[in-house]
T-cell receptor, first 113, second 114 residues
Framework: DVKVTQSSRYLVKRTGEKVFLECVQDMDHENMFWYRQDPGLGLRLIYFSYDVKMKEKGDIPEGYSVSREKKERFSLILESASTNQTSMYLC????????????FGPGTRLTVL | AQSVTQPDIHITVSEGASLELRCNYSYGATPYLFWYVQSPGQGLQLLLKYFSGDTLVQGIKGFEAEFKRSQSSFNLRKPSVHWSDAAEYFCAVGAVAAGNKLTFGGGTRVLVKP
């Protein structure tokens, strides 16, 4: 079974802190994604990566950056956390085969105080 | 740009009754369509997907969906709901021309009454 793990289930940070969210997948997938999930808005794509050291902006990249130094690991960085970044963050991975199934991690619920 | 609308935010259904969740999409070419389910405290799991061919798609857990191009819809159905189907359901649309990215709808939360 494909497994996507995220470093924390719950995280509480203060405004202005630098926050790292980590995601690891074990299926040798080329594509990795970061979404945020907010009630009524569904999932919105922040960034995605189709290869090591490659990244592309999604629909809401402002205030975020990403890093992919190894194929299995994709990190989301909040350079200076703000209260409006309080949300559920979901990581996903998929193979390079077109629009293949995305496999999701359990999510990290981030609260910024 | 592609978009997805799930008109129903909440649906309450009795156990054993049928369920239909609506999904309307907007995209110029033939889309790739997906339904995902998110059970409480868990990540999203794929229920089914449509790429081409037969417009009635069977998925896991007894779900099916029908692609209707004329109505730009991809509604999800289940003939008899179980208590374990209580979850949030997301419809998503993707396209190769859109860089293989998925656009998700806002979700429909399903409550199951005993």
């Amino acid at each position: 079974d494909v497994k996507v793990t995220q470093s924390s289930r719950y995280l509480v940070k203060r405004t202005g802190e630098k926050v790292f969210l980590e995601c690891v997948q074990d299926m040798d997938h080329e594509n990795m994604f970061w979404y945020r999930q907010d009630p009524g808005l569904g999932l919105r794509l922040i960034y995605f990566s189709y290869d090591v050291k490659m990244k592309e902006k999604g629909d809401i990249p402002e205030g975020y950056s990403v890093s992919r130094e190894k194929k299995e690991r994709f990190s989301l960085i909040l350079e200076s956390a703000s209260t409006n970044q309080t949300s559920m963050y979901l990581c996903a991975s998929s193979s390079l085969a077109g629009l293949d199934t995305q496999y999701f991690g359990p999510g990290t619920r981030l609260t910024v105080l | 740009a592609q978009s997805v609308t799930q008109p129903d935010i909440h649906i309450t259904v009795s156990e054993g009754a049928s369920l239909e969740l609506r999904c309307n999409y907007s995209y110029g070419a033939t889309p790739y369509l997906f339904w995902y389910v998110q059970s409480p405290g868990q990540g999203l799991q794929l229920l089914l997907k449509y790429f081409s061919g037969d417009t009635l798609v069977q998925g896991i857990k007894g779900f099916e969906a029908e692609f209707k191009r004329s109505q730009s819809s991809f509604n999800l159905r289940k003939p008899s709901v179980h208590w374990s189907d209580a979850a949030e359901y997301f419809c998503a649309v993707g396209a190769v021309a859109a860089g293989n990215k998925l656009t998700f709808g806002g979700g429909t939360r399903v409550l199951v009454k005993p």
